[in-house]
């Protein structure tokens, strides 16, 4: 199936391929790591918005990702449901999380507000975090071995994506403004992820 909004990135490669894992990991080492508490289960939502090969990525860890649209229809109706790798409070998919859970904690305006350290001398900047959410969007659309600027350079030539990054940047600035406890009605106005995020087919 075609998606009509699958923006101007490649399709996700082949699930079993390394050379997009290993320039994700490459985006990923860019990011701080934290000392979580785990004590933010509340901000773990099925419809956070990811690329095409984290989820594919959730998937193969075990994870039952939901389908993009139908997190979409349930989030519509009664707002977003947890997301189906936490498990007592925990995500069980810790090495397999993607991106946008990563930069979570250790970015500026993203701050954890539960006080857990982290492993840098200075948070991200959310142009430098929310770059790396779109670089490992790009990379793990790699067919050969991809470093971190190549993946950048992917992204560049996909000006569609950019979209995406502007929305994930709105709704974090929403959430962060909004508070831990915001409410059902809250999280059910926050936009969804953009389709260019998703499987072609899923
Ligand atoms: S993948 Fe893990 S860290 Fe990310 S939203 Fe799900 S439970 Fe939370
Ligand atoms: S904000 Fe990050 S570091 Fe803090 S509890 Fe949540 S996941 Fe852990």
Redesign the pocket.
């Known amino acids: 199936m075609t998606d009509r909004n699958a923006g101007d990135l490649p399709a996700s490669p082949d699930p079993w391929s390394t050379a997009a894992d290993q320039a994700l990991a490459q985006v990923y080492s860019r990011i701080p790591e934290?000392a979580?508490?785990?004590?933010?289960a509340h901000?773990c939502t099925d419809d956070i918005g990811m690329g095409p090969r984290e989820r594919q990525r959730l998937r193969r860890a075990g994870v039952q990702m939901p389908p993009r649209e139908q997190a979409k229809e349930r989030a519509a109706a009664h707002g977003p449901s947890p997301c189906p790798a936490l498990a007592d409070g925990r995500c069980t998919a810790y090495e397999a999380r993607p991106a946008i859970c990563r930069i979570?904690?250790v970015t500026e305006g993203l701050r954890?507000?539960?006080g857990?350290p982290i492993a840098s001398r200075r948070p991200l900047t959310m142009a430098e975090g929310f770059a790396l959410v779109d670089a490992a969007a790009a990379a793990g659309t790699a067919r050969q071995p991809m470093n971190v600027k190549q993946a950048e350079n992917a992204l560049r030539a996909a000006p569609g994506a950019r979209i995406r990054a502007r929305q994930l940047r709105d709704q974090a600035n929403r959430r962060q403004a909004a508070g831990p406890q915001r409410d059902q009605a809250a999280r059910r106005d926050e936009p969804m992820a953009l389709p260019w995020y998703e499987p072609q087919s899923d």
């Open positions: 934290v979580c508490q785990g004590l933010c901000d979570y904690g954890c507000p539960y857990c």
